[in-house]
């Protein structure tokens, strides 16, 4: 019979990745959310810069955000990600140019083999790319790509590559139409 162990369980977080870690907390308490007028939008993306975000020009994180690894977010220019998203990037997340996050998503850039017996840790990074829209409450899970002009609908979760310029939506994220934008 299978069993899960997780007595034998290697946590893979180093020292020194804690200690990072709980200075960007405190900063992130101190120096980021309180900052939560919009007039503040370049306060917070230098912030971030600080720990090692690489964010394009007028791009607009709101103080609400959670991320978890400043370190391992990219992100291009006139990107937005709204209010009580949750970015969980122990992976890499790289969103691009002109793409939108709205309010509530959730990115997760890591997870567990469920194969294992003490369900290894795994890191994959996630790419939103350019003109992007990825709506309320999604779920966007470790190692997904979202290609160009692609729309991810409200509520969904999506654990595989979404093609350009699709819209997806449900639990799994399937196919509903091609995206046209009209003039």
Known sequence: MNRIDMSKYHD?????????RVIWSITYILFFRVFFLNIFRTWRNFILRLFGAKIGNNSLIYASVKIWAPWNLEMGSFSAIGRNVDIYNQGLVCIGSNTIISQKSYICASSHYHTTPSLEWYAAPIYIKNQV??????????GVIIEDGA????????FKKIDSWTVVGGNPAKFIKIREIKS
Do not use: E, H, M, Q
């Open 12 to 20: 893979p977080f180093t020292l020194k990745s804690r200690i990072k």
């Open 133 to 142: 829209w990825v709506c309320a409450d999604a779920f966007i899970g470790p």
């Open 151 to 158: 729309v991810v609908g409200a509520r969904s979760a999506v």
